[in-house]
T-cell receptor, first 111, second 113 residues
Framework: ELKVEQNPLFLSMQEGKNYTIYCNYSTTSDRLYWYRQDPGKSLESLFVLLSNGAVKQEGRLMASLDTKARLSTLHITAAVHDLSATYFCAVDMMNTDKLIFGTGTRLQVFP | NAGVTQTPKFQVLKTGQSMTLQCAQDMNHNSMYWYRQDPGMGLRLIYYSASEGTTDKGEVPNGYNVSRLNKREFSLRLESAAPSQTSVYFC????????????FGSGTQLSVL
């Protein structure tokens, strides 16, 4: 059974600092997704990573995928308050349409 | 373009009551999903439907039933609601294929007393 773990679960960081969120998963998969959720809102897609070594960047966020290590990272560069949200990774089970989510990382950026 | 529409947005039930959560998408997507979100638990997959006419269990299917009525609509039914089913429910859909990011509805906040 596919397990998806994120760490940290909660991250409080100062504006301007860099940090990385980690997403580990337990079985083979070749697709990984990152989503953002603002409080009381629905989820918004950030990145789709489809192959080993894939790297995607948008603004201050960069996501990467290492399928051999079953690990994805979401790197935050020079954080700003607008990035405060909960970030989820999700992994697609091979040969199915099941998409399993991690527990989420709640990010707070303070001045 | 409405995307994924869920109804109702809020619902309060008494233990043992039944209800159906409705979901419809207008993007001609093949796959549809129901998730529940609880504090500290992330999103857990209840049921999904890879195509019209098919449904499969997810991580937490007990206490729920689903119907893929047609390509647009995927409903979730609670036959006898329990307090443990108090949660926020999200419907999602995707076209399928390699770039199959999910599009989410706005959620249904359900309280079972």
């Amino acid at each position: 059974e596919l397990k998806v773990e994120q760490n940290p679960l909660f991250l409080s960081m100062q504006e301007g600092k860099n940090y990385t969120i980690y997403c580990n998963y337990s079985t083979t998969s070749d697709r990984l997704y990152w989503y953002r959720q603002d409080p009381g809102k629905s989820l918004e897609s950030l990145f789709v990573l489809l192959s080993n070594g894939a790297v995607k960047q948008e603004g201050r966020l960069m996501a990467s995928l290492d399928t051999k290590a079953r690990l994805s990272t979401l790197h935050i560069t020079a954080a700003v308050h607008d990035l405060s949200a909960t970030y989820f990774c999700a992994v697609d089970m091979m040969n199915t349409d099941k998409l399993i989510f991690g527990t989420g990382t709640r990010l707070q950026v303070f001045p | 373009n409405a995307g994924v529409t869920q109804t109702p947005k809020f619902q309060v039930l008494k233990t043992g009551q039944s209800m159906t959560l409705q979901c419809a998408q207008d993007m001609n997507h093949n796959s549809m999903y129901w998730y529940r979100q609880d504090p500290g638990m992330g999103l857990r997959l209840i049921y999904y439907s890879a195509s019209e006419g098919t449904t499969d269990k997810g991580e937490v299917p007990n206490g729920y039933n689903v119907s893929r009525l047609n390509k647009r609509e995927f409903s979730l039914r609670l036959e006898s609601a329990a307090p443990s089913q108090t949660s926020v429910y999200f419907c999602a859909s995707t076209v399928g294929g390699e770039n199959e990011k999910l599009f989410f509805g706005s959620g249904t906040q359900l309280s079972v007393l």
